[in-house]
């Protein structure tokens, strides 16, 4: 498979080591939580583990989430992660997501990633439809996923815990006739 995956500024690649300084850094920042699944205090220990799994992972296993480092070419700063999972029992379908140390946020990073990330699960892996999940609050996060092409498929009331609160959410899709088209 090709990977890494290469764009204009980034380079999309396994996780190593050396990341796990910034990679605990941002999982640690409640601002980056804050529409994510893990909780803050994000523990180094459980960074460390999550590089560890992630190093030698196979992209497009079947019911397996693969995260790749997103790295920037001109200093190679760790700037976040791309996501993906191929459903088990279903692998032509993927749920997608994304997550941008705060740094870095507004300057079409994400954008960069995510678009060469669904060019290789549309082309390389041969998906049919890919499926991402927004918290409704994040607006950032679900007009990027609109900007991409995807389409807002439902809104989920109260359909997830944040610790203290329930949070709503919506579902967004884009099947590969309209990446192509896009």
Known sequence: MPFPLVTERLLL????????????????DPEV??????QTPYLREV????????????????GRWFQCAIQRHSDYTLLGDVAFCPLRGNPRQAFLGFT???PYWGQGYASEATRVVLDFLFGELDMHRIVAYCDVENANSYHLLERLGFRREAHHVESFSLGERWGDEYVYALLEREWQRS
């Not at 690649?13 to 640690?28: G, I, N, Q, S, V």
């Not at 939580?33 to 893990?38: I, L, S, V």
């Not at 999550?50 to 296993?61: R, T």
Request: glycine share 4%.
């Open 33 to 38: 939580a804050k529409y994510q699944g893990w």
């Open 47 to 62: 960074a460390a583990d999550f590089i560890a799994d992630m190093k030698d992972a196979i992209p497009g296993e079947e």
């Open 100 to 102: 941008l140390a705060r």
């Open 13 to 28: 690649r396994h996780f190593l080591e050396a990341d796990l300084d910034a990679f605990h850094a941002y999982r640690d």
